[in-house]
Each structure stands twice: as structure tokens, then as C-alpha cells.
């Protein structure tokens, strides 16, 4: 193996275990503010993700930018470029969860202002009462 490879490969170890850590903490940590953490971590960790999906091992990348369109260019273009589309997806799933995350911080805080805690079990027992 080699040592792209094995970076490679560690790489890919590393975001799993951290998808697994991240959700581990939105299903079993009690506190709102952790669940929201945990959530974040995880939308960053898919983003990696899918960066990497559409990252190219060769050298040297060529930037998405058709030169010419002559068959020869483009076979030499299809097998260099870097796809976009990834790329544009990440930066669209940033915003997003940018404004999820806004979200959530506001439901948190009206949440400790409604009932003084944010263990989401003390909040499930005192749902109906206010």
C-alpha cells in the first residue's frame, strides 16, 4: 500500500468515525445544546465527504474550464477536470445548515426560557404542564 493510498484510507476512516461519534450524540445525549453540536459536526463531516467523492487523485488537476472543443480537448478535459457539482453542493448544504443551525440555537433558547433546563427528558415530562 501506498502512502496516498494509506492517507487515503485513514482519510476515510477518520469521517466515519466521526459520523459515528456525531451521531451518537444526536440520538443518545439528553442535553438540546449537544444534540444541536452533534448535528453540526455531522453536516460538516457529510460535506467532507462529498468533497472527497468528487476529488480527483491525478496530478494535475485542471480546472473545470473547457479549452477548446475539439474531441481531442475534451477527452483530455474529461479525464483531468475536477467536477464542479460537488463543490457547488457543498457550498449550498453550508448555507443551509447555517440557517438550521440559527434555528435550532433560537428553539434552544426559548426551550430554557420555557422551562429553565435543556435536558430534552426533564422537557418531555413537563410538555404538557405549561
Known amino acids: 500500500m501506498s502512502t496516498s493510498e494509506f492517507l487515503w484510507a485513514y482519510l476515510w476512516?477518520?469521517?466515519?468515525l466521526t459520523?459515528?461519534?456525531?451521531?451518537y450524540g444526536i440520538i443518545a445525549r439528553p442535553n438540546m445544546?449537544?444534540?444541536i453540536i452533534s448535528l453540526t459536526i455531522l453536516?460538516?463531516?457529510v460535506n467532507v465527504m462529498v468533497v472527497l467523492i468528487?476529488?480527483?487523485?491525478?496530478y494535475p488537476i485542471a480546472p473545470p474550464i473547457l479549452p477548446s472543443l475539439s474531441k481531442e480537448a475534451l477527452e483530455g478535459f474529461v479525464s483531468s477536470a475536477v467536477d464542479p457539482l460537488p463543490?457547488?453542493?457543498v457550498i449550498t448544504a453550508v448555507v443551509i445548515g447555517m440557517a438550521v443551525n440559527i434555528l435550532l440555537a433560537v428553539l434552544?433558547?426559548?426551550l430554557y426560557r420555557l422551562y429553565g433546563t435543556l435536558d430534552v427528558r426533564e422537557i418531555a415530562k413537563r410538555g404538557g404542564e405549561e
Do not use: C, E, N
Not at 459520523?19 to 451521531?23: G, I, K, T, Y
Not at 468528487?54 to 491525478?58: A, D, M, P
Open 54 to 58: 468528487g476529488y480527483r487523485l491525478t
Open 108 to 110: 434552544a433558547i426559548q
Open 33 to 35: 445544546l449537544k444534540k
Open 43 to 45: 453536516g460538516d463531516a
Open 19 to 23: 459520523l459515528a461519534v456525531s451521531l
Open 13 to 16: 476512516v477518520v469521517l466515519l
Open 87 to 89: 463543490q457547488a453542493l
